[in-house]
């Protein structure tokens, strides 16, 4: 089973600072890899799928890259609207896995 | 407009099982090319995929888990259904469904989700 690990646990940033963090695979995951935001009380949204491409609606501040092992989500400049948890999530064969997440809360 | 609606016993025993339905309206549930997750999330604590079942009706589950799930379908009713057997109060959590879709391989990220519904197991 492949395990997610992301980093930091918890992020403190101010709005209008670039926020990045970090998710590592255990083994390759090639670019199976996606990521999601959720808020207090809500379902998580999908952002990110395939490591790099933005889901439909997702603003340009967000962005993913990476591959195999090491991926990363980038903010490139918070908005109030984006203090809240991130997860990733990957595919291996047919089963899936996620991240414990990252917290990025308003500093 | 997709929607996942879940509905269930919000209330389960220890040692009974636990039974949730999520509804899909606005598309159909046979269409191909994806996959009908369950997913939950402890209070306070992070996500664990649960399961899905493929358009196809093949199954996969959690390993941690597969002792005690099943995930079916109901194609005429358009909804899905989760059973968790021998539920002990770690099983307490928001439970999620969802629709995975892929561009290319099995249908992994989720982009459609449910609202979620709260279980709790206490006698």
């Known amino acids: 089973e492949i395990v997610l690990t992301q980093s930091p646990a918890t992020l403190s940033l101010s709005p209008g600072e670039r926020a990045t963090l970090s998710c590592r695979a255990s083994q390759s995951v090639s670019s199976y890899l996606a990521w999601y935001q959720q808020k207090p009380g809500q379902a998580p949204r999908l952002l990110i799928y395939?490591?790099?491409n933005r889901a439909t609606g997702i603003p340009a501040r967000f962005s993913g890259s990476g591959s195999g092992t090491d991926f990363t989500l980038t903010i490139s400049s918070l908005e109030p609207e984006d203090f809240a948890v991130y997860y990733c999530q990957q595919r291996s064969n047919w089963l899936f896995t996620f991240g414990p997440g990252t917290k990025v809360d308003i500093k | 407009q997709l929607q996942l609606q879940e509905s269930g016993s919000g209330l389960v025993k220890p040692s009974q099982t636990l039974s949730l339905t999520c509804a899909v309206s606005g598309g159909s549930i046979s269409s191909g090319g994806y996959s009908w997750s369950w997913i939950r999330q402890p209070p306070g604590k992070g996500l664990e995929w649960i399961g899905y079942i493929y358009h196809s009706g093949s199954t996969y589950y959690n390993p941690s888990l597969k002792s005690r799930v099943t995930i079916s379908v109901d194609r005429s009713k358009n909804q899905f259904s989760l059973k968790l057997s021998s539920v002990t109060a770690a099983d307490t959590a928001v439970y999620y469904c969802?629709?995975?879709?892929?561009?290319?391989?099995?249908?992994?990220?989720?982009?459609?989700w449910g609202q979620g519904t709260l279980v709790t197991v206490s006698s």
């Open positions: 395939d490591a790099s």
């Open positions: 969802a629709r995975g879709i892929a561009v290319a391989g099995p249908p992994y990220y989720f982009d459609y």
